[in-house]
């Protein structure tokens, strides 16, 4: 579908957005991630895959500040962010959403954006000014724009799977972050919803300039939209590339695009 | 707010004001106690109905809020008013430094260093006798000019927790208040978005502190005394209590909550030495019965 603005580790390209180097995690005698180096240029779309256990959640984990690598550095725009704590890189602009979806279950769908975009403008604090009349607009811009405008006065917790999983898009969007992860952005979901729900996220993220990096279990959707993928194995990159030099790799296919109907029939089952 | 509940709250505020005075001075002591217990349920809530915190241990500050008073005033001769304003403070005091260590855990293992705390606190009172008085507490303490009167003293305390409970509702629903809630619904997805989530429930702590210190002051100038059980592991369960049967969702909640509970405890303890055993029979009645809390069904979720 689309294809990349910069191939991933050019040579001759700017300051990546993200920098990941040599990134080494170990939880005991497992290790989780080994050696993982990987480079993020502003607009990408990037597709994390593997089969479950090769790092991709350790990764993004260590990506947002959950856990602190034990090897290597992680900078953000040539700032090196390593070991920073999840708040600090949120303010950093580092968004993420979460495999199991997260949201504020026994808050209305605005209030919900509303405390994102009072956590985003530091307001968060303000004990004396009341909490309804802020930033309403935006707020209701935000559901606008995820589609969720109509049920804006909906607890979070009595939406359908899929309005929960764009509303934590809309919440995660009102921190206005540099570089979004998303954590299996459609796991749960219906085949069909999948399609539709990673084009919406594609589109938004053309719309306001913003990089993504997601993992995902379901090929169809990573082909419709990564602008390039990395491929975890064991805790390492085993390849990195274009969509279509990631499907050619005998090395991929043996590892993991060989498995891809079976596990796509799993995810279809669970949905 | 819509004209109905401005019609309940004037003829609440109007029963407040006008029923006590009719009353002799025991009804209008067990009103107070009412009262201050109301306040020291509602900074509870915050914890735990706001935060998602259960404290074991908030005794602790309404304790420490009682001995600031009894202290500064019987062995500092410190005036009235000063030791009334250092009642918050002390409290408050105590709280940053047990909630520094008790926010860091959560569940269960904050409940139990907070519990912990609780228990230093409790053992520090019943030892330091120069400064506690130890087993035999601090008693005597007198209030100044008309404040003498149990009816007057009333309306000083009704009208120092309706301030307090204006100003903790201003929180509530403040940002803060509902980052808050976004923090109990769940705390690494505000982490997420920028906030440091420690830091807030760090200085929530120290107000809900602040508060019970607030309502321990007070009642020790009710009493004119401190004694150490009040801040014994069984004094914390009160507010728990408290907070539970009147609604932990609501606002108001823990208000009704005190009354009912400080009504039933005065009434039944009048009739039988066995009051504790209907007491739990009735608290567990109203538990099955309303599990929402006293006002929770009612009211839905106004306090969310």
Not at chain 1, 49 to 72: Q, V
Not at chain 2, 23 to 49: D, H, K, P, R
Not at chain 2, 232 to 241: E, F, G, L
Request: aromatic share 10%; with cysteine; hydrophobic share 50%.
């Amino acid at each position: 579908m689309s294809v990349t603005d910069s191939r991933p580790g050019d040579a001759a390209a700017p300051e990546p957005l993200l920098r990941i180097e040599a990134l080494g995690k170990r939880f005991g005698g497992l290790v989780a991630l080994d050696n993982v180096t990987i480079r993020l240029q502003p607009g990408e779309f990037r597709a994390v895959i593997g089969p479950n256990g090769a790092g991709k959640s350790t990764l993004f984990n260590t990506l947002t500040g959950l856990h602190r690598p034990d090897l290597g550095r992680v900078f953000l725009s040539g700032t090196d962010v390593t070991g920073r704590t999840p708040h600090a890189l949120a303010r950093l602009g580092v968004g993420r959403t979460f495999q199991i979806t997260s949201v504020f279950a026994a808050l209305t769908s605005l209030e919900n954006v509303q405390i994102a975009l009072l956590a985003h403008s530091g307001r968060s604090w303000n004990v004396l000014a009341s909490a309804r009349s802020i930033q309403v607009t935006r707020a209701r811009g935000l559901l606008d724009l995820v589609g969720l405008r109509d049920r804006e006065d909906q607890l979070a917790g009595t939406l359908a799977h899929g309005d929960q999983k764009r509303l934590e898009l809309a919440i995660a969007l009102a921190t206005e972050p540099k570089l979004l992860l998303l954590d299996e952005p459609t796991a749960g979901m219906a085949a069909r919803e999948r399609l539709e729900s990673i084009a919406l996220v594609h589109r938004i993220a053309r719309e306001v300039g913003l990089t993504v990096i997601f993992t995902e279990h379901d090929m169809a959707v990573v082909f419709a939209v990564a602008s390039a993928i990395t491929v975890l194995h064991q805790g390492r990159v085993l390849a990195e590339g274009l969509p279509e030099e990631v499907r050619a790799n005998p090395v991929v296919h043996d590892v993991y695009l060989g498995e891809t109907t079976s596990d796509d029939a799993a995810g279809q089952e669970r949905a | 707010m819509s004209r109905t509940t401005l019609g309940l709250w004037s003829v609440a505020a109007l029963l407040f004001l006008v029923a006590p005075l009719g009353l002799g001075a025991f009804w209008q002591f067990i009103a107070i106690e009412a009262l201050v217990f109301a306040l020291y349920a509602m900074s509870f809530n915050l914890l735990l109905g706001y935060g998602g915190m259960l404290s074991f241990g908030h005794a602790a500050y309404f304790g420490l809020g009682a001995y600031g008073v009894g202290i500064l005033m019987a062995k500092l001769s410190a005036p009235f008013w000063l030791a009334l304003l250092a009642a918050p403070v002390v409290a408050a005091v105590g709280a940053a430094a047990v909630g520094y260590f008790s926010v860091r855990l959560t569940g269960i293992y904050f409940a139990m260093l907070t519990f912990a705390f609780q228990m230093l606190f409790f053992t520090v009172a019943l030892k330091a006798t120069v400064l506690t008085g130890g087993d035999d507490g601090i008693v005597g303490l007198t209030r100044p000019g008309v404040l003498v009167d149990p009816a007057v003293y009333y309306l000083f305390v009704l009208f120092i927790t309706a301030l307090a409970i204006g100003l903790l509702y201003r929180m509530v629903n403040s940002p803060f208040g509902q980052t808050l809630r976004a923090i109990r619904e769940n705390a690494r997805r505000v982490q997420h978005l920028g906030v440091h989530t420690r830091a807030h429930c760090w200085l929530t702590f120290v107000i809900a502190g602040a508060f019970a210190g607030l309502a321990g002051g007070l009642f020790a100038l009710s009493t004119g005394s401190v004694f150490p059980g009040w801040l014994d592991w069984t004094a914390s369960a009160t507010p728990i209590v408290m907070v539970v049967l009147g609604g932990l969702r609501v606002f108001t909640g823990p208000i009704a909550g005190a009354f009912v509970f400080i009504g039933l405890e005065t009434v039944i303890s009048g009739h039988t030495e066995y009051w504790p055993l209907f007491m739990g029979v009735i608290i567990i009645a109203l538990v099955l019965l309303l599990p929402g809390g006293i006002l929770g069904t009612r009211s839905g979720r106004v306090g969310h």
